[in-house]
């Protein structure tokens, strides 16, 4: 059985300013001369969490991570009352990772990363493909609208009654229209009662998709649930701030790239065929289709391939 890495903790940290009035915090954990890798965590507005330190060898890797804008121990928060997002965007999140590489005198680095997170990675590596060693992405998305549509109005066919509930969570007039940008409007509103309400009605949605994790702890702390719904709706009713299909277009510029592409054959992102389109556009890449897995990293048969993965890379 492959087991995590002990738990260690950060022999660094700091909060970097990225300009717009926030500031990223981030850490640095394992060996400071080591192979610098860093992890991009989901959502977006998850933040990052203890468990992605223990994906690597800490005698071999200097592991940074960090909380994207908006969420985690960055400031300011997307869950205070009131939210400014205008300076929350795919560029934005790129430009503090270089910023980030540069003040820890990085000179290329392992992205490791899952679901939103390699999202983030796939677009990083695609415009800094010289500041990348290696990739190990997870639980595998592109960033495009079928992807996020499938996941707002598509799987209401396969989770019709909590479908209904989620749906009926907006207006009457926007039901048949963006949910995220609807949800959206409904999320920004200064009324507690409103936006706590979207937030809930959101995140009851998103445990409902990945029937094969148990709920997800963290949607407990209503400050934690609207932050990420927030940041969730920001991003997809946006189309995540990207052109249509530009990563699965430009993966061609990955191809001097190793990288392991880790999918659960019961993640129901499968059903758009994402993890297929991006291993062929990616010249070299490797996919591992793991059996009777979801979208987690929780279950021991993914744990597995990610860590053999680091292993790999290390050397």
Request: aromatic fraction near 0%.
């Given at each position: 059985m492959t087991r995590l890495y002990p738990e260690i903790e950060p022999y660094d940290h700091g909060m970097l300013d990225v300009g717009d009035g926030h500031l990223v915090y981030w850490e640095v954990c394992g060996n400071p001369g080591g192979k610098p890798a860093v992890t991009l965590h989901g959502g977006p507005g998850t933040g990052c969490s203890t468990g992605l330190r223990r994906y690597f060898d800490p005698a071999k890797y200097r592991v940074v991570l960090f909380d994207q804008r908006g969420c985690g121990r960055s400031t300011p928060h997307a869950g205070q009352p009131e939210a400014d997002l205008s300076a929350n965007t795919t560029d934005h999140l790129i430009a503090d990772m270089e910023r980030l590489r540069e003040h820890l005198g990085i000179e290329k680095w392992l992205l490791f990363g899952g679901s939103w997170g390699s999202v983030l990675a796939l677009v990083y590596a695609e415009r800094h493909p010289d500041r990348v060693s290696e990739m190990v992405l997870m639980g595998l998305a592109t960033g495009r609208r079928s992807e996020t549509d499938l996941l707002t109005r598509g799987l209401g066919g396969v989770f019709p009654e909590a479908w209904a509930k989620f749906r009926d969570g907006v207006p009457e007039e926007d039901r048949d229209g963006d949910l995220a940008a609807a949800y959206l409007k409904l999320l920004m509103d200064p009324d507690p009662a409103v936006h706590g309400k979207a937030a809930a009605d959101w995140c009851a949605w998103e445990d409902a998709i990945i029937p094969t994790s148990p709920p997800y702890k963290s949607f407990e702390s209503p400050e934690f649930r609207l932050a990420f719904a927030r940041l969730v709706t920001h991003y997809w009713s946006q189309g995540s701030f990207l052109d249509e299909?530009?990563?699965?277009?430009?993966a061609g510029k990955l191809a001097h790239?190793?990288?392991?592409?880790?999918?659960?054959?019961?993640?129901l992102g499968n059903l758009i065929g994402t993890p297929w389109e991006l291993a062929h556009a990616w010249p070299g890449s490797e996919l591992v289709v793991i059996d009777e897995v979801g979208h987690s990293t929780q279950d021991e048969p993914m744990r597995e391939v990610l860590i053999g993965a680091t292993d790999r890379f290390a050397s």
């Open positions: 299909g530009v990563v699965l277009r430009e790239i190793p990288a392991v592409l880790a999918e659960g054959s019961l993640d």
